[in-house]
């Protein structure tokens, strides 16, 4: 097979696209590809600082490795989810990625912030280990934004990870996962900052690719509380799509941002106030991750502010729906 570009010997076919590249052309189309979608979705501007989300993973790190060639003003942030080896092996490949190119690398705990890390954080909670994790990433990245400056936080979601949650939102057709999912969340409160999916219409594929073909070392591993999820099991029916009808998962995605979820989005409406604890924005008094917070604190017995939040069962349930809540302000 011959690179479509330059006819020389191609090391990747895009059945999808009904071409095939060398090495350093298909290094070239991912970048491009990259800044397209940057440009047309008015993600970033060439001066603003951008906040970029590593998780030590392939999509990330080659996100951050495609700003940082292109000139971007970047720092990453890390957040150390305090997940055994997972979280520490993670961490070594953020930090070698960060070292290697001189770049800056913010890492934050969630054991600092929260009071414990995220295993000790779901016993405590008995709440799905990934809810009061996202919610913890969504709080945290933003925060993390705000207090450094960046008005922009940009994250390594690809192209199967978004097809992934919105078959998700679909088959239970939850109306305002619908209506929040997109490549970009406009700041729509002086307390949150936008928040843009570079890498949306380049495959997992792709960018595993792209990682190899630079020589990023990345981590391999899911997180261990993954194993198990519905949105890998959405992600293998699609990829079934994908080979039987090459173009199926980019149809579906950016199918329904032009034609479907305008008819979502017109129905939402929050109202955003500031926590009365944090000054973060939420849509109640005091936000979920200050309660969450409160929570966990209690738990492990550590001293937190005092709320008036009981525990019982019916109580954790509006905690539970104040988390939900708050999830929708900023979808992952
Ligand atoms: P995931 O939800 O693990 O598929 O990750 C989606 C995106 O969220 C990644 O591409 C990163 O940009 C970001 N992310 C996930 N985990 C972390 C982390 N521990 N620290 C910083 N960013 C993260
Ligand atoms: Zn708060």
Redesign the pocket.
């Known amino acids: 097979m011959k690179c479509k570009k330059c006819g020389g010997r191609a090391v990747l076919e895009l059945r999808r696209h009904n071409t095939a590249f060398c090495a350093e052309d298909f290094l070239g189309f991912f970048r491009r590809h990259t800044l397209e979608t940057i440009r047309r979705w008015k993600m970033l501007t060439r001066d603003e600082p951008v906040l970029?989300?590593?998780?030590?993973?392939k999509?990330?790190l080659a996100?951050w490795d495609v700003l940082l060639t292109e000139g971007y003003n970047t720092a990453?942030?890390?957040?150390?989810?305090g997940i055994f080896d997972y979280?520490r092996a993670?961490k070594a490949k953020?930090l070698d990625f960060a070292v290697e190119r001189d770049a800056r690398l913010i890492i934050?705990s969630v054991q600092d912030a929260v009071g414990a890390a995220v295993p000790r954080v779901r016993d405590a909670t008995r709440r799905p280990t990934c809810s009061a994790c996202?919610l913890s990433?969504r709080y945290l990245?933003n925060r993390a934004a705000l207090e450094n400056g960046f008005p922009v936080v940009?994250?390594?979601?690809?192209l199967d990870?978004e097809a992934a949650t919105l078959l998700g939102s679909t088959l239970r057709w939850d109306e305002s996962s619908l209506a929040r999912q997109t490549p970009v969340l406009e700041a729509t409160h002086p307390k949150l900052v936008r928040r843009v999916?570079p890498?949306f219409r380049l495959s997992e594929r792709e960018t595993a690719a792209y990682a190899f073909l630079r020589g990023i070392d990345y981590i391999v591993e899911?997180?261990p509380f993954?194993r198990g999820a519905t949105s890998i099991t959405h992600k293998e029916i699609l990829n079934r799509l994908e080979d039987a009808s090459p173009g199926s998962k980019a149809a579906f995605f950016l199918g329904y941002l032009d034609r479907a979820r305008h008819l979502f989005h017109a129905r939402e409406s929050v109202t955003l106030l500031e926590c009365v604890r944090c000054g973060q924005a939420t849509t109640g008094e005091v936000c979920a991750f200050c309660k969450l917070s409160d929570q966990v604190r209690r738990a492990v017995g550590l001293p937190g502010e005092a709320t008036d939040q009981p525990t019982d069962p019916a109580a954790l349930r509006g905690l539970i729906s104040d988390l939900t809540a708050a999830s929708e302000i900023h979808a992952?």
């Open positions: 970029v989300a590593v998780s030590g993973g999509d990330s996100l990453g942030l890390y957040l150390d989810l979280s993670s953020c934050v996202g990433k990245l940009a994250t390594g979601h690809n990870d999916k890498l899911e997180c993954s992952p």
